[in-house]
Nanobody, 122 residues
Framework: QVQLVESGGGLVQAGGSLRLSCVVSGRTVTDYDMAWFRRAPKKEHDIVAVVKRNGANLYYGDFMKGRFTISRDNTKNSVYLQIDNLKLEDTAIYYC???????????????WGQGTQVTVAS
């Protein structure tokens, strides 16, 4: 019933910026913890950032360095990921994910979009 649709990826020069969008349908975005993950070629999923149901933002690992910004627009039922100063290693499929409430595993999400490809070129 819940559907997540990502958009905004593409081919970008290193040093540029992208704003990825995730539109949530079926439920209100504020009903969920909303996360952005990414999967680089031949690598495991990495969690990038989360906007909690209460609106608090969390960043993980290297994504706390300031190039990534997660935000939520409740009126548009959407979540965004702004990526600045793109680097070659940012090339990946970026996924939007949702879960309806607290879980012991901080990486466990129930609903996933199809992903949007980000390719960074030199």
């Amino acid at each position: 019933q819940v559907q997540l649709v990502e958009s905004g990826g593409g081919l970008v020069q290193a040093g540029g910026s992208l704003r990825l969008s995730c539109v949530v349908s079926g439920r209100t975005v504020t009903d969920y913890d909303m996360a952005w993950f990414r999967r680089a070629p031949k690598k495991e999923h990495d969690i990038v950032a989360v906007v909690k149901r209460n609106g608090a933002n969390l960043y993980y690992g290297d994504f706390m360095k300031g190039r990534f910004t997660i935000s939520r627009d409740n009126t548009k039922n959407s979540v965004y990921l702004q990526i600045d100063n793109l680097k070659l290693e940012d090339t990946a499929i970026y996924y939007c994910a949702a879960r309806p409430g607290p879980q012991l595993d901080p990486l466990s999400y129930d609903y996933w979009g199809q992903g949007t490809q980000v390719t960074v070129a030199s």
